[in-house]
C-alpha cells in the first residue's frame, strides 16, 4: 500500500509508477490532496500526463482525497476538440464553416510560458484489472482520468470537478481497453464526461451524472483515415443537465472500421442541447474535406431517452455510401424546454431502423428497414 494520509497537501511533479516488475494488487491509498506544479520549469518540453500507472497487475487508487490539477492556467487560448458552438453545425451538417471561439477568460495562475501539450491528470496505460474509487479529480489542465490499452476497469462512486468552460477537459477517457465497467459517478467537466475511442469493447457505463460537459460520446472516430473498432457499448440509468449532447457517436469522413452492438437506455436530460446525436461528418475546424469512405456503424439502440432539449431531439447525420444500419428508437420523450420558443425538428440523414414506438416528437425522418444498396463491407472495414 501507498498512503497519501489525510489533513495533509502534497505538491508532486510529475510521476510514473511503473511495472511490470512489481508486487501485484497494489493499493494506492489517497485520503489527502495531491497539486500539481503550476511553474513551467517542471513541465519542461511538455508531458501527456501528470500521474501514471503503467504495466501493473492489480491496481487500486482508492480513499477521499482529492487530485489537482490546477489547470486554469493550462487552458487560456485553448481550442475546444468540440467547438461551443457545434450544434450550428449540426443544423445543417454537411456545411463544416464554424466561427472562432473568443479566448475564455481564466485566472493565470501559472509561472513561465507553458508548454503547448497539456497532460493528463491521471492516466493507466498496459494494466489489468484497475480500480479507481472515492477519490475527486478536479481542475486537470486536459483530461480527467484515462484508460490506455487496460483490460478490467472498474470505476466508482468517484468524482470529476471541473468548470464546463474548460477545453479538453474530459472526465473519463477509454482508449483501446476492454471489459470496463463505470457506475455511481458525478462527472463535471468542460469536454465529455465519458469519452468511449477506438479499441473498446464491453464497456458498461450505469447510475452516472453528467454536467456540466458535452455529454457522453463514443468516438470521435476514424480521423485521418483511421481505422476504428468499437464494439458492445452499453450506457443506461444516466442523468445530463445543461450538456451540450446527450448521447453521441461521432466519426470522421475517411476513417474505416466499425461501431456496432451499442445501447443507449433510461437517459434523463434536462436542458440539453441535442439529446440524441449521430455525427459522420464531424470536423473540429473550420472546414474539412468531403471523403466517400466511412466508418460503419449497426446495431444502434436508444430507449427510454426522456427530458429537455434546447436545440434539436435528434440529430442522425449518416454517411452517403455507407448509411447508418440497426438504429432502433422506442419509448423517446424529449420536449423544448420552452414550448413556445421554436427550436429545430429532428434530424436523418441516410439513418435507417425501426421505432418500435411512438415517439415525442415524432421522428419521421427514419428510414424504415435497410438501405435498398447496402454496401458489402470490404476487408478494409471489417474489425
Not at 48 to 63: A, D, S
Not at 245 to 259: A, F
Request: aromatic share 8%; net charge negative.
Amino acid at each position: 500500500m501507498v498512503n497519501v494520509p489525510a489533513g495533509f497537501t502534497f505538491l508532486v511533479g510529475p510521476i510514473s509508477f511503473s511495472g511490470p516488475y512489481c508486487q501485484a494488487n497494489i493499493v494506492f491509498q489517497l485520503d489527502g490532496t495531491i497539486i500539481a506544479p503550476t511553474d513551467s520549469k517542471s513541465w519542461v518540453g511538455g508531458l501527456l500526463q501528470w500521474l501514471e500507472f503503467t504495466k501493473l497487475n492489480g491496481i487500486t487508487v482508492q480513499g477521499k482525497g482529492i487530485i489537482d490539477g490546477r489547470g486554469s492556467g493550462w487552458w487560456q487560448d485553448s481550442p475546444f476538440e468540440d467547438p461551443i458552438d457545434d450544434e450550428i453545425k449540426l443544423i445543417i451538417p454537411l456545411n463544416n464553416t464554424l466561427e472562432d471561439k473568443p479566448p475564455l477568460p481564466v485566472r493565470n495562475e501559472l509561472s513561465g510560458k507553458m508548454p503547448s501539450i497539456k497532460p493528463t491528470a491521471l492516466r493507466f496505460y498496459g494494466s489489468f484489472n484497475v480500480t479507481v474509487t472515492g477519490i475527486t479529480i478536479q481542475n486537470s489542465p486536459q483530461f480527467h482520468l484515462k484508460f490506455d490499452n487496460c483490460v478490467g476497469v472498474v470505476v466508482h462512486d468517484m468524482s470529476v470537478s471541473s468548470p464546463g468552460d474548460s477545453p479538453n477537459t474530459d472526465g473519463i477517457h477509454l482508449q483501446n481497453s476492454k471489459d470496463v465497467l463505470i457506475h455511481s459517478s458525478n462527472l463535471a467537466c468542460g469536454d465529455d464526461c465519458i469519452s468511449i475511442q477506438t479499441g473498446c469493447s464491453n464497456v458498461y457505463v450505469h447510475n452516472v451524472n453528467c454536467g456540466p460537459g458535452h455529454g457522453i460520446s463514443i468516438g470521435s472516430l476514424g480521423k485521418d483515415n483511421t481505422k476504428a473498432c468499437v464494439s458492445n457499448i452499453t450506457v443506461r440509468d444516466i442523468m445530463m443537465h445543461n450538456t451540450m449532447n446527450g448521447v453521441r457517436i461521432k466519426t470522421w469522413q475517411g476513417g474505416s472500421g466499425s461501431v456496432q452492438g451499442v445501447m443507449f437506455s433510461n437517459i434523463q436530460v434536462s436542458e440539453v442541447q441535442l439529446p440524441i446525436v449521430i455525427d459522420q461528418f464531424y470536423c473540429d475546424k473550420r472546414s474539412c474535406t468531403n471523403q466517400t469512405s466511412a466508418v460503419a456503424l449497426s446495431g444502434i439502440t436508444y430507449e427510454r431517452i426522456r427530458g429537455t432539449y434546447t436545440v434539436k431531439p435528434v440529430h442522425f447525420a449518416c454517411s452517403d455510401s455507407l448509411p447508418c444500419t440497426g438504429v432502433t428508437l422506442s419509448a423517446i420523450q424529449l420536449k423544448p424546454l420552452q414550448e413556445h420558443y421554436h427550436l429545430y425538428d429532428p434530424f436523418c440523414w441516410q439513418t435507417f431502423g425501426e421505432l418500435t414506438t411512438p415517439t415525442v416528437p415524432p421522428i419521421g425522418c427514419l428510414q424504415i428497414g435497410k438501405p435498398p444498396k447496402n454496401r458489402v463491407q470490404s476487408d478494409h472495414d471489417v474489425c
